[in-house]
């Protein structure tokens, strides 16, 4: 069940303001375990991949444990060469000299603009202000262009013993996930193995951030991370476990609700769109054509414009490479049957506009092509996206 926002027992966390952003805006924090952590992660195939992403993923995969993760917001420390590498290592070493632990167990992640080196100086006075506290806005810290925080929190009982997952993420703009997207950062009590972690993981990513796109572009920062310390006490979590399955589904229910958050907060965006695929010949299909919805410029636009032009809708379906018959697709927006049997039929004009008038659309297909169900979230396409953009560096 989801519950208020609290870290999971043995975490804390901090933030404050380094002097990253120009503002007294928080910009720097960290989550620090009591132990170490089984560590998952899914990151950016950008080929262009930032310094942080690359040292957390060769940590992670080094180890599959971590103890802490700093991470900061005004310079993403991306396409910085070498130089960029060495700061990277040097902010991990940095943290774990702080906290006395090992530097193979901190994960470094950033985000901001791209092409500046890593102001260290400012990185070391940040540190130096940080403490850990069991409430902090660490969520805010890692903010650029978002208009808010994004974080959520899961209970269940495993065992006998009561188990927290807790997510937060940050994304906006520069949002189309391909294996991670955005920063994303899941904390658990739970004592799970690393390899099933990391599989899952690997497997849940792609139902719920892989599933979201806002402007089409892929990030060279993105990282979803997961760590599970443990400290809850249950039994090992293994895939033989009785209560294995209802772990997965609170994780699943985490991962979806930080990606619809990210989504809805799209730079500039009004609405939320959420394309809902039935029937397909396969998962991967019915994923590829929501996501196709979603991502469709021409969709984005027409939904900014209130507009209920369908046409654009088979557009994007058709451009994918999905078995589709075309003698058999049905098309709803908000629940308004608008196609059936590939023929357009009458709609109430009111009703659709009232629908389309509010800040959730949710568009219906029906492929007739099978049994499997496919889900993605985007948002509109407004003006504002357009003017973030074209000042990004003020």
């Not at 189309?176 to 972690?197: Q, R, V, W």
């Not at 476990?241 to 799209?266: C, R, W, Y």
Request: glycine letters at 10%; charged letters at 15%.
């Amino acid at each position: 069940m989801e519950i208020k926002f609290t870290w999971p027992q043995g975490f804390q966390s901090g933030a404050t303001h380094a002097g990253f952003k120009a503002d007294q805006q928080l910009d720097f924090g960290w989550l620090v375990s009591d132990v170490p952590a089984v560590a998952a992660g899914v990151y950016t195939k950008n080929q262009f991949q930032a310094a942080p992403t690359q040292y957390t993923r060769s940590l992670i995969q080094k180890g599959q444990t971590l103890q802490a993760l700093v991470i900061n917001s005004g310079n993403a420390n991306s396409f910085t060469g070498q130089p960029g590498l060495d700061n990277a290592a040097q902010s991990g070493h940095l943290v774990a000299e702080k906290l006395n632990i090992s530097s193979d167990l901190v994960g470094v992640a950033s985000t901001g603009v791209i092409g500046k080196q890593m102001p260290m100086d400012k990185f070391k006075d940040g540190l130096a202000k940080l403490t850990l506290t069991s409430q902090s806005q660490l969520p805010e810290a890692i903010l650029t262009t978002d208009t808010h925080s994004k974080k959520t929190c899961h209970a269940l009982t495993i065992d006998g013993k009561t188990v927290t997952i807790t997510g937060f993420a940050k994304g906006s703009g520069m949002i189309h996930p391909n294996m991670g997207t955005t920063l994303g950062f899941i904390a658990t009590d739970a004592k799970i193995e690393g390899s099933l972690l990391q599989d899952l993981l690997r497997e849940l990513i792609q139902s719920s951030f892989n599933q979201i796109t806002v402007d089409g572009c892929m990030s060279t920062n993105d990282m979803v991370v997961v760590l599970a310390n443990g400290q809850a006490q249950n039994q090992t979590l293994t895939a033989k476990h009785p209560e294995f399955v209802s772990f997965k589904k609170a994780l699943q229910t985490v991962l979806i609700n930080l990606a619809k958050m990210v989504a809805a907060d799209g730079e500039g965006a009004n609405k939320l769109i959420e394309a809902q695929v039935q029937n397909a010949a396969n998962p991967v299909e019915a994923n590829q054509v929501a996501k196709a919805i979603v991502g469709s410029n021409l969709i984005k636009a027409m939904l900014f414009g209130e507009d209920g032009n369908w046409g654009r809708i088979v557009q994007a379906i058709g451009q994918t490479q999905a078995q589709l018959n075309p003698n058999q697709l049905d098309i709803q927006i908000g629940g308004i049957p608008l196609v059936k049997n590939s023929l357009t039929v009458p709609v109430d004009q009111a009703a659709l506009h009232q629908i389309l008038a509010t800040d959730k659309i949710i568009i219906t297909v029906n492929l007739h092509c099978g049994e499997a169900q496919g889900m993605a979230w985007g948002c509109d396409l407004t003006y504002q996206y357009v003017e973030i953009n074209a000042a990004y560096e003020g």
